[in-house]
């Protein structure tokens, strides 16, 4: 079975510096996707990055990248120059070969002027 | 293109009651999932349906329910509502199964069962 975990439920930046959001998983299916969504208050989900389990670079999203560390079933969220918009629920989440998206439980962020 | 569509966005309903919850995927979308969002809770997969066919359930009780119609649009059920169904129900769609693919979502629909 799929499982997703995150490991933060909270985490604080300082405006304009970078922050690192954690997101370990585990599957016995070589194909997959990652894939990272915001929720801000209003809870809507916003598709931030995706990463292919075959992809060989780590995928960039303007100032979103992912850390994919195969071998440890890493994939961390790096946001570089945080904005206070970045205050936000961040959710990892993976779709293999069962299909169906299964999420973690989510890294509360909170950007400080 | 219009986005996904969740009606009703709000409701509440009492103790023992049934719910029905529609969601109208983006156009040209076959895959529909559900999700229910607790406070304090990630969000927990309940079911997901493809061309009509359920594909994928959730661990979640018979009382929870879903089908999908020939226009992809997808409705989800509750029966005998428990004070701990109070939630936010997320629909999310996506064109085919392909796990390369994000889902789209859509606002949801706040349950309060009192």
């Known amino acids: 079975a799929q499982k997703i975990t995150q490991t933060q439920p909270g985490m604080f930046v300082q405006e304009k510096e970078a922050v690192t959001l954690d997101c370990t998983y585990d599957?016995?299916?070589?194909?997959?996707?990652l894939f990272w969504y915001k929720q801000p208050s209003s809870g809507e989900m916003i598709f931030l990055i995706y990463?292919?389990?075959?992809?060989?670079q780590n995928a960039t999203e303007g100032r979103y990248s992912l850390n994919f560390q195969k071998a440890r079933k890493s994939a961390n969220l790096v946001i570089s120059a945080s904005q206070l918009g970045d205050s936000a629920m961040y959710f990892c989440?993976?779709?293999?070969?069962?299909?169906?998206?299964?999420f973690g439980a989510g890294t509360r962020l909170t950007v400080k002027p | 293109k219009a986005g996904v569509t969740q009606t009703p966005r709000y409701l509440i309903k009492t103790r023992g009651q049934q719910v029905t919850l529609s969601c109208s995927p983006i156009?040209?979308?076959?895959?529909v999932s559900w999700y229910q969002q607790t406070p304090g809770q990630g969000l927990q997969f309940l079911f997901e349906?493809?061309?009509?066919?359920?594909?994928n359930k959730g661990n979640f009780p018979g009382r929870f329910s879903g089908r999908q119609f020939s226009n992809s649009r997808s409705e989800m059920n509750v029966s005998t509502l428990e004070l701990g169904d109070s939630a936010l129900y997320l629909c999310?769609?996506?064109?085919?199964?392909?796990?390369?693919?994000?889902?789209?979502f859509g606002e949801g629909s706040r349950l309060t069962v009192l």
């Open positions: 999310a769609s996506s064109p085919d199964l392909a796990n390369t693919g994000e889902l789209f």
């Open positions: 599957t016995s299916d070589p194909s997959y996707g």
């Open positions: 990463q292919g389990s075959y992809d060989q």
């Open positions: 989440a993976m779709r293999d070969d069962n299909n169906d998206m299964r």
């Open positions: 156009s040209g979308h076959r895959s």
């Open positions: 349906y493809f061309s009509e066919t359920q594909r």
